[in-house]
Structures are given as C-alpha cells and as structure tokens.
C-alpha cells in the first residue's frame, strides 16, 4: 500500500514510518522544508519518498498525493498561542482534506487526541471508551483540545462528503526523550516536581505500540467508520509509573505532593471565585481550571477492547519492555532493507 | 464628506481571522455600536471558527462576495499589508469605511494613491494606530500639555522583541509575508514607533538610520533598528531590538524641566521633574515618587494579567471613537494628517539615502 503520512518527522510519526516500512508498505513522508533529517534512520530507505511541505498552505499538496492508497494524518501543533495551534492543526487540516478531494482520495487514517473528551462531568471510576461525550464547552480547555476539536468536525464533514475515515484517539503518548508526563503533575526546573495524585490510572500508550495500531488501523477496512481509542494493556497508576521514570533517572527529584482531593476543591474554589466575582475574566494557571485539571488526572478507568477487537492488535511492549526500550541505545526506527530490493539496487 | 447621521448600529464586517482579529472581533461582539454581520478569510475553517465564537451573522471565503450581499457599513481589513491595498479600494467602492491594520500601505506612495481613491469615493479611511489610545501614553500628554516636563527636546522610543529564537516571524518553513515589506519584520512594527514619536515630536525634517541583520540568515531582512529623527532643535531615537531583553515597549520623553518613562507592555509611567521640596531634596522625593509608582504598578499589572488585560486597550478605545466619530459624523480619532504623516516618516526611515 502506498501511505502518506503527515507530520512524519513528529514523536509518534517517525515511529510510524518505520512501522509502516516493517510491513512492507511504501510511504510518502511528509516533512516541513527545513527539517533536520539526521536523526530520521529510515529517511533514505528505499521504500521511502521525502514530501518536503508545509500544509499551512495547499501549495504541491494535489500533486504530492498522486497515487497514493491513504492518508495517516498526525501532523499538528501543540505549543504556541490558539492562532499558531489553529493554523498547524486545523488549516493544516482543511487544506489536507481539500486537496484529498481534488486528488479523489477518500481513505484517511485521521488521528485525534483523548484531549477531546469531556472529562469534567464525567464520574470518578468510571470507564472512558469511544463512546464517552466529548468536550461540549471547548473554551474552558486548552488551545490543544479547542483546535482537535474543530479538527475532528473537519473528519466527520470529509466523512459526509464521500471520505472514509478510521478515527484514532491516542492517549497519553510516551517514549524515548519522552518519559515525563503531563498526567503526573508539572516538572519544577531540572530537580523538582510536584506531583498531584498518586493513584488515578493513567492512559498510556507506549509509542510503538501506538504507532504499529495505528498502521494497522490504516490497512484494516473494518476501521472505517470508527472512532478507536488506543492505550496500552495494564496501564499504570501515578505512582508506579512515576516510581518507574526515577528508576530511569540518574538523579531522583525532590517531590512535592498534592492530593487530587486537595486540588480539585482548590481549583472549585478558584472556578467559583473567578465565575462570582470576576465575571469569569480571570485567567488562571491551568491547574486552577477545573475543565484543565480533570482532564489531566481525574481517576478514570481507560479501555482498549475496541482497538483489540476491530484491529486485532495487542500492544507488543509492557512499560518495563517499553522504559527499557526507551533507555536503551537501540536505533528504534531502523528499518531493514528487504533483500529483494538490495539485490535490485546491487 | 456623505453625511451618516444615525445613532443606529453600523453594519461591520471582517476580512482576515489572524492573531489581531481576535482584539477586532472581541470589541464588535461586544459594542453596541456595531453589528458583525460578516466575517471573511480564504480559510472556510478559520471563517467559521470565528463566526461562531464573536456571534457573527454568516462567514464567507470571498471578500466581494461579502461586500456585494452585505453591503457594511464599515470594513476592518486584519490581512498582510500587501495586500491592503486591493482590498481596501475594493472596500471603499463598494460604499464602506475602512479600518486597517498596521501598516497600511507597504510604501508612502501607495498610501496617497489609496487616501486619493477614499476621498474620491467619499469614504474614510483608518490605519489602526492603536497606542496613541493606551493610559501611559495619555498620561505622557497630559505631562506634556501641563508643562511639567517643560519644553520636549528630546524623545526615544523603543520596542524590544525577541522575534528571532521562536514564534511566527522566525518560522523558516511558511515565512511571514511581512519579511517581505521594505524593513523586513521590523517593519510591521514601525508604525508604532512612528506615530508614538510624531505624537511629541510633531513633525520631522531629518532621518538618519541604521539597519542590521545581526543574526545573518536568509529569512530576516533586519534584526535591529538604531535611527536618529529631527524636527529643528529636537531629537528623537526610535529603537527596534531583537537581542535586549526583557520585551518592552517604552516611551522616553525629556524635557527642559524633567524627564517622563513610560512602558506599554508592562505600563507604568515615571516622571522625575523638581518637586516642591526644593532643588535639594527633589531627587529624594522623586526615587520616592517613582518607589511608589512601581510598587502600585506591579499590583495593576498583576491584576492586568489575572484579567487577561492586554496592551490592546488602545485598540478598544481607538475602535469605539471611530464607531462613534462614523455614528455622529464628527471627526475621527485618526486623521488623514496623522497617517500622512506616519506613512512619511516610514518611508523615509526605509529609503535608502538615510541609511548610516
């Protein structure tokens, strides 16, 4: 199959391509023009042809899709202020799925975020799945979860017009030089953190075993259509995952705690105060927003049975497998060369 | 001039959904001087994006389209300054007031091309010159008009910016469209330098200037911005620099009795000038003056933030006066000379015969 991936130079998207390669597919990897290849190992397989874009703008993007079988759409922006966020990821978007309709390609593995869920009113303990509601007041969340969410009406609208699209919501995605997360609390400087909650579940998904649903998720026709959520198996509370990460560390943190029970009455109270007094104007650090703060460490309950079932997948690493991976020297995005092709060059 | 005698709302409309369309958008959802009947960008998303959160009537991605079925009243045109002026003229024959971002035309010349062609279609035209509108500023005038500073000779203002290690202006892989004006990214901030310094200089009729890239590279035009204004006796020193830090935006007027500082990102207003305790105490009395003014400053400045209170109040208060000014038919808080002059000061800090 020939894939067109977006956003291929990214954290999940370089492990993406070379999942893709391993299963013998061909994939046009789109990177923005001043990207540093050195780090990607597969960016001179054979298998492999190097889109040089940026989807802010339509310009090449037709011409660039020609051929090709589907579309795995992961490229957006996470930091920033909402206008830069708006631009790398919702018109980004629109111009992708615009230029996918001159190009009559209908089949896109478009990839969404947990960020898009309502967190907020959900109940502690309970299981979120695909089928839980998602965000119905955007504003109080952050510019990520705002622009996904228009990101995911722009699927839906190329899904009315004739698109197939297989949805894939990742949750918290970790991996080498990613290890922190935002689930456990915030990192003070290099030597501090300050951790809030100790033993909510935290959705994780290790990014190989992410990246091998998700082109899976783009082969398997039974994916069209449906919204997947993607986590790993026996996922990990705060604390173990935590106790995890310092194992890993040459230098354990000075850490500070907060219960999620302390928290969140502080961040009511904020709410409230802010809502009667301030007429809602105050803008306060995230943490102090309930909408912000549920969605980062309410103890919920997460399940993959969906991926499991329609794909028939299993995450190949545990979080032991998956930190050692992580810590090792290994070339995680080395690809082999088939021999046929070797032989083909020689 | 038509006449547009009518307390009703004006009919207001949108072109382009950027980074400034939100301080635009906020003011018309909210005035009950005006009715946001249109907003328009090339991107239907972003169209609708902001349709939907300021409470517009319908989105398009179609300007002309916009103006043919719409018919506003007024037109606020948030697109690259390149552009500005097709869209502008195109605006003002349709039958609309035009209120424009910074800077208004890339080059003096096409903004007397684009005034003649408003005051043939006998309708306004405002560049948004919205710090002149913000309370330090204010408050430096009213030092000025009340001869506590005595008389200004000598002026500096200053923009520190580090757009160089991040952000949209240093984005190699879809550069800003401003790299592309005559000074670069510096230029789409020297309409506010111009018009902060022609406020207390009045007029000019010497340039001398110095442009740099210091951080090399293909993408800036400039980095840095060191130039020397005069107006007679007076002095002014209008500064750009990407390689100070931290950001500020100061004005710095000084005069033959004493000397004002104000900030505009963090705002805050100094003045060191002989107190009525004497020659002798005066500088005493003046660091306690000042201790006081910043201590009360870094609580408004608190509370500033908390509130989401940005250096955009200017935008506000420019935007309500010229609803009203329309409404009431009088005049406009931005003049012709007044963007006559700014546009002629631009120009010539970017011709090249000034250059040091």
Request: glycine share 6%; aromatic share 10%.
């Given at each position: 199959m020939?894939?067109f991936v977006?956003g291929?130079?990214g954290?999940l998207?370089?492990?993406?391509?070379a999942e893709?390669?391993?299963?013998?597919?061909?994939?046009?990897a789109?990177?923005?023009?001043k990207t540093?290849l050195?780090r990607?190992s597969?960016y001179?397989?054979?298998?492999?042809?190097?889109?040089r874009?940026d989807?802010?703008?339509?310009?090449?993007?037709?011409?660039?899709?020609?051929?090709?079988?589907?579309?795995i759409?992961l490229?957006?922006?996470?930091?920033?202020?909402f206008y830069t966020?708006f631009?790398g990821?919702?018109i980004?978007?629109?111009?992708?799925l615009?230029?996918?309709?001159?190009?009559?390609?209908?089949?896109?593995t478009?990839?969404?975020?947990?960020?898009?869920?309502d967190y907020?009113n959900?109940r502690?303990g309970?299981?979120?799945?695909e089928?839980?509601p998602?965000?119905k007041?955007p504003l109080n969340?952050?510019e990520y979860a705002q622009?996904?969410?228009?990101?995911?009406?722009?699927?839906?609208?190329?899904?009315?017009?004739?698109?197939q699209?297989?949805i894939?919501r990742?949750?918290?995605?970790y991996?080498?030089?990613?290890?922190?997360?935002a689930c456990?609390?915030?990192?003070?400087?290099e030597?501090?953190w300050?951790r809030?909650?100790?033993?909510a579940i935290m959705?994780?998904?290790?990014?190989?075993?992410?990246?091998?649903?998700?082109?899976?998720a783009?082969e398997?026709?039974?994916?069209?259509?449906?919204?997947?959520?993607?986590?790993?198996?026996?996922?990990?509370?705060?604390?173990i995952?935590a106790?995890?990460l310092?194992?890993y560390m040459?230098?354990?943190p000075?850490?500070f705690?907060?219960?999620?029970?302390?928290?969140?009455l502080?961040?009511r109270?904020a709410w409230l105060?802010?809502?009667?007094f301030?007429?809602g104007?105050?803008?306060?650090?995230?943490?102090f927003v309930?909408?912000?703060l549920h969605?980062?460490?309410k103890?919920l309950?997460?399940s993959?049975q969906?991926?499991?079932?329609?794909l028939?997948?299993?995450?190949?690493?545990s979080l032991q497998?998956?930190?050692?991976?992580?810590?090792?020297d290994?070339?995680?995005?080395a690809?082999p060369?088939?021999?046929?092709?070797?032989?083909?060059?020689? | 001039?038509?006449?547009?005698?009518?307390?009703?709302?004006?009919?207001?409309?949108?072109?382009g959904?950027?980074?400034?369309?939100?301080?635009?958008?906020?003011?018309l959802?909210?005035s009950n001087?005006?009715?946001?009947?249109?907003?328009?960008?090339?991107?239907e998303?972003?169209?609708?994006?902001?349709?939907?959160?300021?409470?517009?009537?319908?989105?398009?991605?179609?300007?002309?389209?916009?103006?043919?079925?719409?018919?506003p009243d007024?037109?606020?045109?948030?697109?690259?300054?390149?552009?500005?002026?097709?869209?502008?003229?195109?605006?003002?024959?349709?039958g609309?007031?035009?209120?424009?971002?910074?800077?208004i035309?890339p080059t003096?010349d096409?903004?007397?091309?684009?005034?003649?062609?408003?005051?043939?279609c006998d309708?306004h035209?405002?560049?948004?010159?919205?710090?002149?509108?913000?309370?330090?500023i204010f408050?430096?005038?009213?030092?000025?008009?009340?001869?506590?500073?005595?008389?200004?000779?000598?002026?500096?203002?200053?923009?520190?910016?580090?757009?160089?290690?991040g952000g949209r202006y240093?984005?190699e892989?879809?550069?800003?469209?401003?790299?592309?004006?005559?000074g670069?990214v510096?230029?789409d901030?020297?309409?506010?330098l111009?018009y902060?310094?022609?406020l207390?200089l009045?007029?000019?009729?010497?340039v001398?200037?110095?442009?740099?890239?210091?951080?090399?590279?293909?993408l800036?035009?400039?980095d840095?911005?060191?130039a020397?204004?005069f107006?007679g006796?007076?002095?002014a020193?209008?500064r750009f620099?990407?390689?100070?830090q931290?950001?500020?935006?100061?004005?710095i007027?000084?005069g033959?009795?004493?000397?004002?500082?104000?900030d505009l990102f963090?705002?805050?207003?100094?003045c060191?000038v002989?107190?009525?305790?004497?020659?002798?105490l005066?500088p005493l009395?003046?660091?306690?003056s000042?201790?006081w003014?910043l201590m009360s400053?870094s609580?408004n400045?608190?509370?500033?933030?908390?509130l989401?209170q940005t250096p955009?109040?200017?935008?506000?208060?420019?935007?309500?006066?010229t609803?009203?000014?329309?409404q009431?038919?009088k005049?406009?808080?931005?003049g012709?000379?007044?963007?006559e002059?700014t546009?002629r000061?631009v120009?010539?800090?970017?011709?090249?015969?000034?250059?040091l």
């Amino acid at each position: 199959m020939k894939l067109f991936v977006t956003g291929a130079s990214g954290f999940l998207g370089q492990y993406i391509v070379a999942e893709a390669l391993r299963r013998g597919h061909q994939v046009s990897a789109v990177i923005r023009p001043k990207t540093d290849l050195s780090r990607l190992s597969w960016y001179d397989h054979p298998e492999v042809k190097l889109v040089r874009l940026d989807l802010r703008e339509m310009s090449g993007l037709i011409e660039s899709l020609q051929g090709v079988d589907n579309v795995i759409h992961l490229a957006a922006v996470k930091a920033g202020d909402f206008y830069t966020q708006f631009a790398g990821t919702v018109i980004a978007t629109e111009n992708l799925l615009t230029a996918m309709k001159k190009a009559e390609i209908q089949r896109l593995t478009a990839i969404s975020t947990f960020s898009v869920y309502d967190y907020l009113n959900m109940r502690s303990g309970k299981v979120l799945d695909e089928n839980s509601p998602l965000e119905k007041n955007p504003l109080n969340r952050d510019e990520y979860a705002q622009t996904k969410l228009i990101q995911e009406e722009l699927y839906r609208n190329f899904e009315r017009d004739g698109g197939q699209v297989a949805i894939i919501r990742p949750g918290m995605i970790y991996g080498r030089d990613f290890l922190w997360n935002a689930c456990l609390g915030a990192e003070l400087g290099e030597s501090a953190w300050l951790r809030i909650g100790a033993s909510a579940i935290m959705p994780l998904s290790y990014v190989e075993n992410c990246a091998e649903a998700i082109v899976i998720a783009s082969e398997c026709e039974r994916a069209l259509g449906q919204t997947i959520n993607i986590v790993d198996d026996n996922l990990p509370t705060q604390n173990i995952y935590a106790k995890k990460l310092m194992e890993y560390m040459e230098k354990t943190p000075r850490t500070f705690f907060v219960s999620w029970t302390v928290i969140r009455l502080i961040a009511r109270s904020a709410w409230l105060y802010n809502h009667w007094f301030l007429k809602g104007k105050a803008r306060l650090p995230g943490i102090f927003v309930p909408a912000k703060l549920h969605a980062r460490f309410k103890p919920l309950r997460y399940s993959n049975q969906k991926a499991k079932e329609v794909l028939n997948w299993k995450p190949k690493y545990s979080l032991q497998t998956a930190f050692e991976r992580s810590c090792s020297d290994a070339d995680l995005l080395a690809v082999p060369v088939p021999e046929s092709t070797v032989s083909k060059v020689a | 001039m038509t006449t547009l005698v009518r307390t009703s709302t004006l009919k207001a409309t949108v072109i382009g959904t950027g980074l400034i369309s939100k301080e635009h958008l906020s003011f018309l959802a909210e005035s009950n001087r005006a009715n946001l009947v249109g907003v328009c960008d090339l991107s239907e998303a972003a169209a609708n994006y902001a349709t939907q959160r300021f409470g517009a009537k319908k989105f398009y991605t179609n300007y002309r389209q916009m103006l043919d079925e719409v018919k506003p009243d007024v037109v606020h045109i948030l697109t690259p300054p390149h552009t500005h002026k097709t869209i502008a003229m195109d605006c003002l024959q349709a039958g609309a007031h035009v209120i424009c971002e910074k800077p208004i035309t890339p080059t003096y010349d096409e903004f007397k091309e684009l005034w003649s062609f408003a005051k043939q279609c006998d309708r306004h035209l405002i560049e948004n010159q919205n710090y002149r509108f913000n309370q330090p500023i204010f408050k430096l005038q009213k030092l000025v008009q009340e001869g506590t500073l005595g008389e200004v000779e000598d002026i500096e203002v200053r923009m520190a910016l580090d757009i160089r290690s991040g952000g949209r202006y240093a984005d190699e892989n879809l550069p800003s469209p401003v790299h592309k004006l005559p000074g670069g990214v510096i230029h789409d901030f020297l309409t506010h330098l111009c018009y902060l310094t022609l406020l207390f200089l009045q007029d000019f009729d010497g340039v001398k200037v110095a442009w740099n890239n210091y951080g090399g590279g293909d993408l800036f035009k400039y980095d840095d911005l060191d130039a020397l204004v005069f107006s007679g006796s007076k002095h002014a020193r209008i500064r750009f620099s990407s390689y100070t830090q931290p950001d500020c935006f100061s004005v710095i007027l000084r005069g033959s009795r004493g000397y004002a500082e104000a900030d505009l990102f963090q705002p805050y207003v100094r003045c060191i000038v002989p107190r009525a305790v004497g020659k002798q105490l005066s500088p005493l009395a003046n660091q306690f003056s000042n201790g006081w003014t910043l201590m009360s400053a870094s609580v408004n400045n608190f509370r500033r933030k908390l509130l989401q209170q940005t250096p955009y109040e200017g935008l506000h208060f420019l935007l309500d006066e010229t609803y009203k000014a329309l409404q009431e038919n009088k005049p406009l808080p931005i003049g012709f000379e007044d963007m006559e002059l700014t546009s002629r000061l631009v120009n010539a800090l970017v011709s090249q015969e000034n250059y040091l």
